[in-house]
């Protein structure tokens, strides 16, 4: 069968790779085409990309309003692609500002839609629910608390775990700390793990004041994780010379894995550092209108996963004004230097695995589709036969 995959983010890059791996596992024949990154074209062939992500990362309302031409080219071509390759579904991984003006022009050509990774109309936006119940086969949810909140409006979804269970759980069965510690020089010191994010708007936002820290503590080894849609020249105007620093690419996992704490942008690297029981501040700032606008319309306490799923504060959140170099070393002592604080972050870390369930989520979503097509394809055939 042919699959129309689109994932506009680095998050949603790494989730579908890993569901196409399982599809392919399972349908022998299966044919890709995609918008996506490199774990995407690693999975399948970069003839077969459309368009790469760091082409399409825009985000805040100001951001989509002075790149309007640009995501209006974007989807337009993407329509005129899908009715060329005449998928036998599309897949639309998270992006929902891009993927659901797109299911809804595939629900009218006779494409079946299938949503992994669920908009948050939990926080804003509740009035596409009515869209999403109309348009999509089926909507594959990887929150636990999603499901309950979409059964409250009427909607049934399916919850098969949190795919990053699977993706860390295959990264740990191949880690080799100490040759990743030898590969870079580090091991001598604690490490701080700093995470700005991947679009261009976060970074210059973030590392800047993560950066703050290095000057302070020398004691520590600072490494940036780095996204290989920015140059290294891009990351040096930030890091300058520092000989605590180190950049490194496409390798957030291993940092991770090696880190004491981390200061950590929100998004899905929040959840992922939790995942490997490192103690963290999350941090994030928004253009002002943008934020303002947000604030008006979303209405949830909390912005990180962490404490979203717990519904409860594990993680510190520096948002907007409280992002600064006096906040952030307020909290980088607790999380570096109170044990108990360390101790408690780690015991909420413990139940938000539990939380979040069995791993298995890319494995189950994939028979889930192919089973769905299938079973669709029958029923066709039994009403042209009948």
Known sequence: MKYYIIAGEHSGDLHASFLMKEIKLRDKDAEFRFWGGDKMIAQDSEKNLVKHIKELAIMGFIEVVMNLKTVLGNLSLCKKDLIAWK?????????PGFNLRI???????????YYYISPQVWAWKKGRIKTMKKILEKLYVILPFEKEFYA???????YKGNPLLDEI????LNADKQA???KYDLGKKPIVALLPGSRTQEIKKMLPIQLSLVDKYPEFDFVVAGVNTHSEEFYRKFIKEKSNVKLIYNETYSILNNSYCAV???????????LFNIPEVVCYKANAISFFAAKYLVKIEYISLVNLI???KAVVELLQDKWNEDCLEKEFKKICFDEGYREQMMYLFNKLRNLLGDSGASLSIAQSIIEDLNNKLEELNNRSHG
């Open 87 to 95: 998928p036998d579904a599309l897949i639309l991984v998270d992006y």
């Open 103 to 113: 299911a809804k022009f595939a629900k009218k050509n006779g494409i079946k839609n």
């Open 152 to 158: 409250k409006h009427s909607m049934e979804v399916e």
């Open 169 to 172: 759980n295959d990264y740990s």
């Open 180 to 182: 990743f510690l030898e």
């Open 264 to 274: 950590v942008t929100s998004g899905t690297a929040t959840l992922e550092t939790a």
């Open 310 to 312: 717990l519904r409860e």
